[in-house]
């Protein structure tokens, strides 16, 4: 790295992180001033609520790090024209793919490190965050992306409504049993209002059991404290019952692969898993948008036209994105697709860009 690189990263640093830290300060003010009496209303202490939304910053970091690295490239390479560096560089015979360097791949070491972060800091935080609220106000925790769950256990597939009571209350479960491991012929079915844990097993006060054969109902019984046929303990089932924000990609990936096994509509977690990957790289996709607008914008003017100019691009993309995503949760776009392809787009339209300016504007 030479001593001109090495400047520039300095620079850009110094512009990136005061700008997370009024960014996550607006973005927590915000959330506090939107749920903070709610939280009160509800008999949370005011220690639990202070954790709660300490433990949100990571998620916030990670949300604000592509804006930051915007703002960042901007304010570097305009403060560079007004000083009269930039001229100064070119006219040094330096390019403006060359000057970018240090700007990109600090903006890559951001991308990294937020991949990082949704992986192995973020999940956890918001799980532990998320529970703390329900944990202590009473509420029951939601199910991963809806308000449902299905199960597969060998030949039967379990349905339950929602789980409550840290796991160990399950709303309206049923049991559909198959003859054997392909789930054509159902022969048994257990309905129940609800089923609690009780010593190593879950029990229901009433269930209605019916048996069919060849698919034909021959037989309807209503059984009294009967225990059900589930393995899955509620420690299992806190794990099941988690958003896609509060697992990583090794735990949505087997959240998937249950989903297949069982025939469920998997494509929106299937997205969300690509997404983790392809959110994080955000951040450079941003800088390379705005190298080439600082390049162009005038000297006096340059931060609120770049800074216009900037937000109007970012906007776009994130339009052409989310449409990207809406399709892929329909099953329309594969998986992959969704949540890549407007990263691919716009960082080449960024590289193009970027290539093609063979001198910025310098007055």
């Not at 990263?9 to 973005?27: D, G």
């Not at 709660?52 to 305009?78: D, E, G, N, R, W």
């Not at 939601?142 to 299905?150: K, M, P």
């Not at 054969?213 to 420690?235: C, F, M, S, Y």
Request: glycine share 8%; charged share 15%.
């Amino acid at each position: 790295m030479t001593l001109l690189d090495r400047y520039i990263t300095r620079k850009w640093i110094l512009y990136f992180f005061p700008a997370v830290v009024v960014l996550v300060t607006v973005f927590l003010a915000s959330d506090v001033a939107l749920t903070f009496w709610d939280y009160s209303r509800r008999g949370l202490s005011s220690g639990i609520v202070a954790l709660h939304y300490f433990l949100k910053t990571p998620y916030l970091l990670y949300q604000t790090a592509p804006v930051a690295s915007l703002i960042a490239t901007l304010l570097t390479l305009t403060g560079m024209k007004r000083n009269g560096e930039m001229t100064a560089i070119f006219t040094s015979g330096i390019s403006g793919v060359r000057l970018s360097l240090p700007i990109l791949a600090s903006a890559l070491c951001v991308s990294l490190l937020s991949f990082y972060m949704t992986e192995s800091v973020v999940p956890g935080a918001n799980r532990i965050s998320r529970d703390l609220v329900h944990k202590n106000s009473g509420a029951g925790a939601s199910v991963v992306g809806t308000d449902r769950i299905w199960l597969r256990d060998g030949n039967r597939v379990i349905h339950i409504r929602s789980v409550e009571n840290e796991g160990t209350m399950l709303t309206e479960p049923t049991i559909l049993q198959f003859e054997d491991g392909g789930l054509r012929s159902l022969n048994l079915r257990l309905d129940a209002g609800s089923a609690h844990w009780d010593n190593g097993t879950w029990r229901a006060e009433k269930v209605f059991l019916r048996r069919f054969t060849n698919g034909i109902l021959i037989d309807t019984k209503v059984l009294n404290n009967e225990r059900l046929p589930i393995r899955t303990n509620p420690d299992e089932f806190q794990r099941v019952r988690r958003k896609p924000e509060e697992m990583g990609r090794s735990q949505l990936k087997k959240y998937i692969r249950n989903l297949k096994v069982a025939g469920l509509p998997y494509a929106r977690y299937e997205v969300n898993f690509f997404q983790k990957a392809s959110a994080a790289i955000i951040s450079l996709v941003f800088t390379i948008l705005s190298l080439p607008v600082a390049f162009i914008v005038p000297v006096r003017s340059g931060v609120p036209m770049g800074i216009g100019i900037s937000i109007f691009l970012g906007a776009v993309f994130w339009s052409f994105y989310t449409l990207s995503l809406s399709l892929g949760f329909a099953g329309i776009l594969p998986a992959s697709i969704a949540a890549w392809s407007a990263q691919v787009v716009f960082f080449l339209l960024g590289l193009a860009a970027l290539a093609l300016i063979r001198r910025p504007r310098l007055h």
